[in-house]
């Protein structure tokens, strides 16, 4: 019987009434229905690790796949179409909350076996004037819907109305999942700790001769001691060269004296990610090369964490972030010209590659416009970004210097918008570079 470790059955009901009442003022006759996220084959026989869908974790803490949630404006009922109890699949597979479960432990005024959805959405959709569900995210789920939109229109010579109007109930969800309450917060705070437990004792782990997946397995030896059940995403942790490729997922590369290592890894805490990216060196010290890079992008984070309050946008952290990185670029000779006219040709660009922020939540890009109506989306107090400024120099970009060549570095942290500015969530994990130097110091020491 699964539900989220931090389970609290008022916090979701409190979440399902936001709904319930957004969905009201599209009129007094809607359902809205909400698939869960389904299993999926890793090969052959063996699935991929389940995991809840951000939107129904949300909604319903309810954690087992098969699972649908509606609710209806009418009467503000919640019900849920869930997999019944099965002794002998439940010795097979763990057990299952049921439908009883589903009423006594996660709110649900009724629940139905997923069996029934087909005539249960028959009979949720009659009568009713409009029916919200995330469209076009789960083509399997969006044919269920519209069969028995079909079959309830057949239906209207009986005095039985049809649903004349459809509403994406992601548009409803996730401007309230954007902005953070004080429950999900204390999540992100913690899940924060154990990603600098993790990302300090992968530092701490370093040594030439190990492999990259060596510092893998000290992080997800940090993430599950600290209580975390899964990575928010899979970790990238790449030495030498591979730190240019952005989305490097190999992780087997032989640690080499002189490396630098970039590592962004965070773990997930009852479904709130963590976010955060260090780069350090697996000798005792950065080179004077390495030095000057990370100088950089460090002192381009610290500019972007000036822009971060509440009004402002990201495209005015991000350009913050850029100003600092153009002129450090110009000071080390790697390109030519002013600061206006670096942005202005965008020279930057081939090293830059990204953006320096995105929203973090329930989801590692979570939920969240970031530009309605051609305009840049303002922060408000409650909602998550990154700030994760970098610079690659690919090993054969004959465009700069031998000296940088192969140099990547980034460098990210996880920022809460407050009502004055921002807390750094994750200031925990040491960047700069003293700091990281003198732990890689010590752990060659005790070596």
């Known amino acids: 019987m699964a539900q989220t470790p931090s389970f609290d059955a008022s916090v979701h009901a409190s979440r399902r009434a ?38 129904f974790a949300w909604l319903t803490g309810f954690d087992e796949p098969e699972s649908v949630a509606a609710l209806a404006t009418k009467g503000a009922r919640y019900e849920l179409f869930v997999r019944p109890r099965n002794p002998e699949r439940e010795q097979w597979d763990g057990l299952r909350a049921g439908l009883e479960g589903a009423k006594e432990r ?8 997923i069996e029934s959805l087909e005539e249960g959405l028959v009979e949720l959709l009659s009568g009713v004037d409009v029916v919200a569900w995330p469209l076009g995210r789960d083509s399997v789920f969006d044919t269920k819907v519209l069969a028995a939109l079909a079959k309830v229109r057949l239906k209207q010579r009986l005095k039985i109305d049809a649903p004349t109007r459809f509403v994406d109930l992601a548009a409803v969800l996730h401007p309230m999942r954007w902005k953070k309450d004080a429950h999900e917060v204390a999540l992100m705070r913690r899940a924060a700790e154990i990603t600098a437990e993790a990302h300090v004792a992968a530092m701490k782990t370093a040594a030439p001769g190990l492999s990259e997946f060596h510092l893998e397995a000290a992080l997800a030896n940090a993430f599950r001691r600290g209580g975390s059940r899964r990575d928010a995403y899979e970790p990238i942790v790449a030495s030498g060269a591979n730190a240019t490729i952005l989305h490097y997922r190999e992780n087997d590369r032989r640690l080499e004296e002189g490396d630098l290592v970039l590592i962004d890894a965070g773990c997930e805490l009852d479904f709130y990610a963590s976010d955060v990216t260090r780069t350090f060196p697996v000798s005792a010290a950065f080179t004077a090369a390495q030095a000057a890079i990370y100088d950089l992008v460090l002192a381009a984070q610290k500019a972007a964490f000036e822009a971060v309050k509440p009004g402002a946008t990201l495209d005015e952290v991000h350009d913050a972030s850029l100003r600092v990185i153009a002129a450090g670029l110009l000071d080390l000779g790697i390109v030519q010209g002013t600061v206006e006219e670096v942005l202005a040709k965008e020279l930057h660009k081939p090293f830059t590659v990204h953006r320096t922020s995105h929203w973090l939540g329930m989801d590692v890009h979570d939920c ?10 303002k922060l408000e107090p409650g909602c998550v970004l990154t700030v994760e400024p970098g610079l690659y120099f690919m090993a054969n970009d004959t465009r700069v210097a031998e000296q940088w060549r192969g140099i990547g570095v980034r460098i990210e942290d996880d920022l809460l918008v407050t009502d004055h500015g921002y807390e750094n969530l994750t200031a925990a994990i040491p960047k700069e570079r003293r700091e990281i130097e003198a732990l890689r110091q010590g752990s060659s020491a005790a070596r």
């Open 106 to 113: 996660f709110g649900a005024a009724n629940a139905r076996t």
């Open 18 to 55: 936001r709904v319930l009442e957004a969905l009201a003022a599209e009129g007094e006759r809607v359902v809205a229905l909400l698939p869960n996220a389904r299993v999926f084959a890793r090969n052959h026989d063996v699935e991929h690790p389940y995991r809840t869908g951000s939107d």
């Open 368 to 377: 969240g416009t970031y530009y309605r109506r051609g305009e840049a989306v």
